[in-house]
């Protein structure tokens, strides 16, 4: 096992490294790019620098067919609303050097914009400038301090952090997105400071118990996991992995990692790490068949569902979509044993559900306390079967046979709340 592990390491890290001259065009955008920007802010007498943050900055980025570049624009403090300060700049220069450009909206708005000749492009980011971290207004401020922390620390392994990247986004865990709840760019970059490889982090990651909460400190700036639960907000803590930002220590920058997400990845490491394998460095899109072929071959029914909605690609679709999925389960839960369910998201405004479940053989609804005259009477009468057990009211559900049906009506009975979680559309297959 440890040749054939090895020589795929050795293989992806080739793979994954972006060769020098592939880069010197999007490097010479970005010059290019960079230039223009400050030009502009000083025509326009705008207190505010320029800097390149990110992956590009701190040369912990893939290989790609097109390259995206994070481009801050670090306005002077007296500057509070600056993704406007930042349109009223950014906008005509686009047009007037005819870059294609949309406005990404977020906790705070910031803008894509695509080079003329290239599929390449730049996300320029309104920040405020700070000169201690706990002075943001926007989690986006920070973004300057980790730049030079990371790239001092992580000199010569930044091939840990190729690796580490394509393993989580081929396993669907990276991201900090509401609808993945995985690892950001900025925490693999920590892990692989705290571990040196992808080997031993993935490793240490198995020890990590998703149904309790474990710190990691690197720069040990609390004595005790008992300090960091006293010191650190509650609403930070919620994470199985609370990991300590080493450059603002009262941010937990693990905060959006869910339980989740964490088994998920912790079953793709078991799996890889009995089983070394290219595929797992590999995004695939589920193949519909093999999923349906092991259902029926569980005798469960398999359930292929597209959903599309209204609102604006990225974070925003991919979370109202993943909620609305979110919801389903509930309502199927009710009927059905659901023995799977995965959700993708393809990055527009589509995402794909694919379920297989069983019926239930008794449904129970619990109802009031018998002693609530008004509140029992109206349940009677709403179920045909009702007993009472420990007190309370119960209720036995016809059971279904086909969840395929139960959606079709469900859909119909729930339009208003499908169109009030802006879904435009679900088909089911």
């Known amino acids: 096992m440890g040749d054939s592990l090895q020589k795929i390491l050795r293989e992806q890290t080739v793979k994954l490294k972006p060769v020098k001259y592939e880069l010197k065009p999007i490097k010479d955008l970005t010059a290019k790019f960079v230039k223009d920007l400050r030009n502009e802010l000083k025509v326009n007498e705008v207190e505010a620098e320029v800097f390149i943050g990110g992956s590009f900055a701190k040369n912990t980025f893939l290989k790609s067919k097109q390259y995206d570049v994070d481009v801050f624009i670090r306005f002077n403090w007296k500057y509070v609303q600056i ?19 949309e406005k990404i909206h977020g906790s705070r708005d910031y803008f894509r914009v695509y080079h003329a000749d290239s599929k390449n492009y730049f996300e320029v980011i309104p920040v405020t400038k700070i000169k201690k971290p706990k002075e943001e207004r926007n989690i986006t401020d920070l973004s300057y301090f980790h730049v030079p922390y990371v790239t001092k620390r992580l000199k010569g392994i930044e091939d840990q952090v190729r690796l580490t990247k394509q393993f989580f986004k081929a396993q669907r865990v990276y991201g900090a997105e509401t609808y993945v709840r995985g690892f950001s760019g900025y925490t693999v970059e920590l892990l692989i400071i705290k571990y040196k490889s992808f080997l031993k982090l993935i490793k240490a990651l198995l020890k990590f118990d998703a149904n309790q909460r474990d710190v990691i400190d690197i720069e040990k700036d609390y004595k005790n996991k008992n300090e960091v639960f006293i010191q650190l907000n509650e609403a930070k803590l919620h994470s199985p992995i609370i990991l300590i930002d080493p450059t603002y220590k009262e ?39 093999i999923l349906k072929n092991k259902a029926l071959k569980n005798k469960q029914e398999f359930l292929a569902i597209t959903l599309s909605t209204d609102k604006q690609h990225g974070d925003i679709a991919g979370t109202k979509l993943k909620k609305f999925t979110e919801v ?13 369910l995965d959700f993708f998201y393809s990055g527009e405004q589509i995402g794909n559900v694919y379920i297989s479940l069983i019926p239930k053989k ?24 009702t007993f009472v057990k420990n007190k309370r009211w119960h209720a036995r559900l016809p059971v279904l046979n086909d969840a395929r049906a139960f959606l079709d009506s469900w859909k119909m ?16 297959e």
């Open 251 to 289: 941010r937990n920058a693990l905060a959006a990692l869910s339980r989740d997400t964490l088994v998920k990845l912790q079953n793709s490491i078991k799996r890889f790490l009995k089983k070394p394998s290219f595929e797992f460095f590999i995004l695939r899109e589920p193949e519909i068949s």
């Open 328 to 340: 389903l389960h509930r309502e199927l839960n009710i009927y059905f044993n659901v023995k799977n």
């Open 362 to 385: 008794e449904i129970i609804r619990i109802g009031p306390p018998i002693e609530m005259k008004k509140h029992s009477s109206r349940f009677k009468s709403q179920h045909s079967s």
């Open 83 to 101: 993704s406007s300060e930042l349109e009223k700049i950014l906008v005509p220069m686009c047009n007037r050097l005819e870059l294609r450009f």
């Open 413 to 428: 009975a729930n339009k208003k709340m499908m169109a009030q979680m802006h879904i435009v559309s679900m088909s089911i």
